[in-house]
């Protein structure tokens, strides 16, 4: 993208109490991968992938009664731009490595479900679902990213590996559900 990025700067006050709605709407920011630069005040890159998060996390600040004012902004010179865009990045990283994290759980989990001999239907289930939320978080993830954090590429090719792991013990499952049992065949 150019450095020359126009960006969205949410201004958002919340009653303090109930404090739901402060939550609901961090939450919403959070999930859409929002910077925050201090208390209330938000900035996201002002392109399409952003906007119904956006919209969602305005409309939770009006039914909570709070106040919300959203600011086109780019920055008074390039050196602005480059840093919303630095600290917008960062916050990526940090994401892809929590990401990259998740991904060797789910290899050790399986790696130690195959030493255990734990080939059952249910696990393998259960292994899937693992990888399909690692796969949901990796687009999600891949969306939000419009500067290519350096990790994604690292990120890509350890689901990729996570797959393979997977499709392995998927085989072993099978073979084991198949095998017949001793003294017959």
Request: aromatic share 8%; glycine share 6%; hydrophobic share 45%.
């Amino acid at each position: 993208m150019e450095a020359d990025v126009r960006w969205l700067v949410l201004v958002i006050r919340i009653p303090a109490e109930p404090s739901r709605h402060r939550v609901a709407v961090w939450r919403e920011l959070r999930r859409i991968g929002a910077l925050s630069l201090g208390q209330g005040v938000w900035a996201v890159p002002d392109v399409p992938v952003f906007a119904d998060g956006v919209a969602r996390a305005l409309e939770l600040t009006d039914k909570s009664g709070g106040l919300a004012l959203t600011l086109n902004a780019s920055g008074r010179g390039p050196e602005d731009s480059a840093r919303f865009q630095a600290m917008f990045t960062a916050a990526r990283s940090a994401d892809w490595s929590e990401f990259l994290a998740d991904c060797g759980k789910f290899e050790d989990e399986i790696a130690k479900e195959i030493r255990n001999a734990k080939f059952t239907l249910a696990e393998l289930e259960e292994e899937e679902q693992s990888l399909e939320r690692l796969r949901r978080w990796h687009r999600d993830l891949t969306a939000r990213d419009v500067f290519g954090a350096p990790e994604a590429a690292d990120a890509a090719a350890r689901l990729k590996t996570c797959v393979a792991v997977c499709e392995d013990y998927a085989e072993r499952v099978f073979a084991a559900l198949h095998e017949a049992p001793d003294g017959l065949g």
